[in-house]
């Protein structure tokens, strides 16, 4: 049984819906970041860096935290959605990283001054919309070229980007201008898996479809 600890955004939901699509017990602990529930010490000693998401394994006892961290450590143990070594290895390694280092932070940035902030500063939105937009554009000439974002099998790569993406209206992203993304994000929103991952903790978010 795994304990997870989360709240509704895209970094919880690449672990809710991982561990869905893995088929792992879990239970969904929620952890309210609006109402500053990250700072409790009982999470602090799980997630140091008071983010979400978190896991505990009842049965070792091993805390992860980190999105990524988590996503790899579930693909070791289990042995699913991770080659264990070749180029299949390095290029989910390669889109985990991308997501990490850009379209997570590039697109948590976008919707901080496109959603939430709007008109306040211009040059950032504008900054942001153009690097979503570049990123949209890298992620659908590789999706040109195959089913998933690391080839032609699911892998924890999809579960990490696909959420960012699911928040495509945030972002200001038409996806018809992105078809290839378009395609595999619906393919993927089609999953149970998916569907059961992204309401975590259960609130009654349906997974937004574009036209």
């Not at 900054?127 to 659908?140: H, P, Q, S």
């Amino acid at each position: 049984m795994i304990d997870l600890y989360t709240w509704s955004t895209p970094n919880g939901r690449k672990v809710s819906i991982a561990l869905e699509e893995f088929g792992l017990p879990n239970e969904t602990h929620a952890i309210n970041i609006g109402k500053d529930e990250q700072f409790a010490p009982e999470f602090l000693a799980i997630s140091p860096n008071n983010k979400i998401p978190a896991i505990r394994d009842r049965d070792s006892g091993q805390t992860v935290f980190e999105s990524a961290a988590i996503l790899i450590w579930l693909a070791e143990t289990h042995g699913r959605f991770l080659p264990a070594s070749g180029p299949g290895r390095v290029a989910v390694m390669e889109w985990l990283m991308w997501q990490m280092g850009g379209f997570g932070p590039m697109l948590g940035q976008a919707h901080h001054f496109l959603k939430f902030n709007p008109g306040k500063a211009p040059y950032a939105e504008d900054r942001f919309a153009n690097e979503t937009k570049r990123l949209y554009g890298v992620l659908d000439r590789r999706l040109a070229e195959c089913a998933h974002v690391a080839g032609d099998e699911m892998s924890i790569a999809d579960f990490a980007i696909w959420p960012w993406a699911s928040r495509y209206e945030w972002q200001r992203i038409d996806m018809n201008d992105f078809p290839n993304v378009k395609r595999w994000y619906l393919a993927l929103a089609a999953r149970e898996g998916f569907r059961k991952g992204y309401d975590k903790p259960e609130m009654g978010n349906v997974i937004p479809l574009p036209d």
